[in-house]
């Protein structure tokens, strides 16, 4: 059984770092972690959400896990708006401290985790962590999150993909409104595309639309990247979007309107080049529409893991009014 799931908590205080411990003590029962990663991961929780409160003023932990049979992982992503990081390499090294803690936290962290990356500047501080190990997704990287509408527990937004060496595809859906029937016809789209996922795009869309009309609807869209042959295929339906970067340009892919389970879409497969330097982002409305992730603004952050770029996204540009879901693919 497939398990996959996220929660976001926010760190305002001292009282918040105790509720990521616990988040993080839940996922590693619902991943079915051992006792020392069980451990590992509850440490890692708790050291990364205080940094975000006593460095960074405060922000947010996101908490991702996916088991898939006999592998499972858990990614920390703590965030905050800070002054960011000056000196990387001497906030890594053990005994440096800027709060009169003992300094332990970064370095500590990097040796444990299994993944550790940070990306940091005047807009704050983004640390990815990872418990655990799933399979290798290929020459293509996939990251992706979902957080419910403030103070709901269930997300209406959801998200999934399946790799291979020659082939990455990718679902973004957006349930209709927010709540549990939001969240029902999400994950009915979830399964669909779990079930179709050797179809193509517009053929899989097509699947959702039939499996959604007994639900309130959705609106969704699936793209597939053939990264050998550089060339990619996409098809949605209503209010997603879809950007392409590379070389610090962008390029939108084209969603038609409608709402599937609802009324009859026209559902049309978009095909067009996948550039070696590639980065695919797709998200729903819960996102503003205008953002600028240019090396300007974010120097260096295309090239780093897609949690990243997602979990800046996500930071920077969430409207706080509807779940919100962002999906970022990449060269591995």
Not at 11 to 39: I, K, N, P, T, Y
Not at 60 to 79: C, E, S
Not at 143 to 153: F, K, R, S
């Amino acid at each position: 059984m497939e398990i996959v799931f996220t929660e976001c908590v926010a760190v305002m205080d001292e009282s918040s770092v105790g509720a990521v411990r616990r988040s993080a003590q839940s996922a590693a029962q619902r991943l079915d972690f051992s006792e020392s990663q069980s451990g590992e991961l509850a440490l890692l929780a708790t050291e990364a959400s205080r940094n975000v409160l006593l460095h960074g003023g405060g922000g947010q932990v996101v908490l991702t896990g996916r088991r898939n049979h006999d592998q499972a992982a858990a990614h920390i992503l703590a965030m905050d708006k800070g002054p960011g990081i000056t000196d990387v390499a001497q906030a890594m090294g053990d005994g440096f401290s800027t709060t009169g803690t003992m300094g332990g936290g970064l370095g500590a962290m990097k040796r444990m985790a299994g993944l550790h990356e940070i990306f940091t500047g005047r807009g704050g501080t983004i640390v990815l962590l990872q418990v655990g190990r799933t399979a290798s997704q290929g020459p293509l990287e996939v990251a992706g999150l979902a957080v419910p509408y403030p103070g709901e527990q269930l997300c209406g937004d959801a998200w999934e993909y399946a790799c291979s060496p020659d082939r990455t595809l990718t679902l973004v859906v957006d349930g209709l409104g927010h709540g549990w029937e939001a969240a029902e016809a999400a994950q009915e789209a979830v399964a669909v595309f779990r079930k179709r996922q050797q179809s193509h795009p517009g053929e899989i869309i097509g699947y959702i639309h039939d499996g959604l009309r007994k639900t309130r609807g959705a609106v969704a869209a699936v793209a597939e990247i053939f990264p050998r042959e550089g060339r990619m295929v996409y098809a949605g339906v209503g209010n997603i979007s879809a950007v392409v970067l590379s070389h610090d340009k962008s390029r939108s892919l084209v969603s038609h309107n409608g709402t599937l389970g609802v009324a009859a879409p026209r559902i049309q497969e978009f095909k067009s080049e996948w550039p070696m330097d590639g980065v695919l982002v797709v998200h729903s409305d819960g996102l503003q529409s205008r953002w600028d992730l240019s090396s300007t603004s974010y120097p260096g952050l295309l090239a780093r893991h897609p949690a990243l770029i997602g979990g800046a996204l996500l930071r920077d540009f969430r409207r706080h009014r509807d779940d919100a879901s962002v999906v970022v693919v990449k060269a591995a």
